[in-house]
């Protein structure tokens, strides 16, 4: 999660660094979040598709693949958990 926030910083340092007069501390913190909900977002489409993936396995495979599935969107949930209580 704190990679996350990472990125977010980053990126919104080098869009403030784009910006001419630079950002108020107030814009800046705003961009934060706007990308640190991008990131976000992203992250769980991957994570969307890769259960999807798991799940289009042949027949014989699909116990494991849903073992799989199940662990993914675990994972998912943990990190939902986690990044809200962030904020």
């Given amino acids: 999660m704190d990679r996350l926030r990472t990125i977010a910083q980053e990126t919104t340092r080098e869009i403030n660094e784009l910006v001419a007069p630079s950002l108020t501390d107030e814009q ?3 961009i934060e979040r ?13 994570q969307h598709r ?13 116990d494991l693949a849903h073992k ?4 993914i969107r675990r994972k998912n949930d943990l990190m939902i958990v986690n990044l809200s209580s962030m904020r």
């Fill in 28 to 30: 800046a913190k705003t």
């Fill in 34 to 46: 706007l990308v640190e909900k991008a990131v976000i977002r992203g992250l769980l489409e991957g």
């Fill in 50 to 62: 890769a259960v999807d993936a798991a799940l289009q396995c042949p027949e014989a495979d699909q």
């Fill in 68 to 71: 799989i599935a199940t662990a």
